[in-house]
Nanobody, 127 residues
Framework: QVQLVESWGGLVQAGGSVRLSCAAS????????MGWFRQTPGKERQFVAT????????YYADSVKGRFTISRVNGKNTTYLQMNSLKPEDTAAYYC????????????????????WGQGTQVTVSS
């Protein structure tokens, strides 16, 4: 089992920045990748970004490319999501997740590829 704890998101004005963190504990040796998803009420969970634990390659949803940066610190079993130039449409509950396997380009963007999930943290961007 892997447990995930996310930092507090909060309220930010459009154009502002927020950095989320997610710390993993437990069987962290099983981590192949860590990702971030987001969800708004009534909608499916949406892929945001993921980072491979070995090598650090990062992948992003088109909607956040150039604005968000995902990173990881292996020694701390922690992943970060730096979100800049935030827009009201970025408002959502953000979830971090652990993938125990390295998936292909399509599958790594789907929630079913991930094995463990954090509790979620709300980010609200005001216009």
């Amino acid at each position: 089992q892997v447990q995930l704890v996310e930092s507090w998101g909060g309220l930010v004005q459009a154009g502002g920045s927020v950095r989320l963190s997610c710390a993993a504990s437990g069987r962290t040796c099983s981590i192949a990748a860590m990702g971030w998803f987001r969800q708004t009420p009534g909608k499916e969970r949406q892929f945001v970004a993921t980072v491979l634990w070995s090598g650090g390659a990062a992948y992003y949803a088109d909607s956040v490319k150039g604005r968000f940066t995902i990173s990881r610190v292996n020694g701390k079993n922690t992943t970060y999501l730096q979100m800049n130039s935030l827009k009201p449409e970025d408002t959502a509950a953000y979830y971090c997740a652990v993938d125990r396997h390295v998936h292909g380009a399509v599958e790594r963007t789907t929630s079913r590829a991930y094995d463990y999930w954090g509790q979620g943290t709300q980010v609200t961007v005001s216009s």
